[in-house]
């Protein structure tokens, strides 16, 4: 089995993927998480993809036109949740961003020694 898609996105990949994604943000909402339609979303056409591959062995391909419309809207969605009030609280959290960017230093090395 190959990790790239194996062919060009059809429509029934596409919908599969829309509708996993769908799915997923429709019981993230339900449940109550964060940002449901983006961590929901991504676990349901996750689950898809995954299990689409398990089954059949082939991956499924996505439009990368759409895909670039949805990482604007995502982009904007994260955007819209910063306010005066959320940038107030930064001074508070000089620990976390030390030790954040830490580990993202010793992953980026890891990642380059692998």
Request: proline share 2%; hydrophobic share 65%; glycine share 18%.
């Given at each position: 089995m190959t990790s790239e898609p194996t062919g060009r996105p059809t429509i029934a990949s596409t919908?599969?993927?829309?509708?996993?994604?769908?799915?997923?943000a429709?019981?993230?909402t339900w449940a109550g998480l964060p940002m449901?339609?983006?961590?929901?979303?991504l676990f349901?056409?996750?689950?898809?993809?995954?299990?689409?591959?398990?089954?059949?062995g082939r991956v499924l391909a996505f439009p990368q036109k759409l895909r670039w419309a949805f990482?604007?809207?995502?982009?904007?969605m994260i955007g819209t949740g910063f306010s005066p009030e959320l940038l107030s609280g930064v001074p508070g959290l000089w620990?976390?961003?030390?030790?954040?960017?830490?580990?993202?230093g010793?992953?980026?090395t890891a990642g380059y020694l692998v």
């Open positions: 919908s599969m993927l829309l509708g996993g994604g769908l799915v997923g429709v019981a993230a449901p339609a983006l961590m929901g979303g349901g056409s996750a689950l898809v993809a995954i299990g689409t591959a398990k089954r059949t990482v604007a809207l995502i982009g904007a620990l976390s961003f030390a030790v954040l960017a830490l580990l993202v010793v992953l980026q």
